[in-house]
């Protein structure tokens, strides 16, 4: 489990990472495989893994 503020992140539960870049642009990553490499940056995530298998990345400076 990944501590992440209040909430862990379970990686094996999480199957694609959506980053929301400061320009309005989004990279996804298929996450299958890297549970063991997964380090987010400061921000906000919103882990929706539970119900969906995405965990959405909002690094400092995206709205």
């Not at 694609?16 to 921000?43: K, M, R, S």
């Amino acid at each position: 489990m990944l501590p992440l503020a209040t909430k862990p992140i379970d990686p094996t539960k999480v199957r694609t990472v959506v980053y929301h870049l400061p320009e309005g642009e989004t990279v996804v990553i298929d996450a299958d495989g890297l549970e063991d490499f997964f380090v987010f940056p400061f921000g906000r995530v919103c882990d929706t893994s539970e119900i969906n298998g995405v965990v959405h990345v909002y690094p400092i400076g995206t709205a």
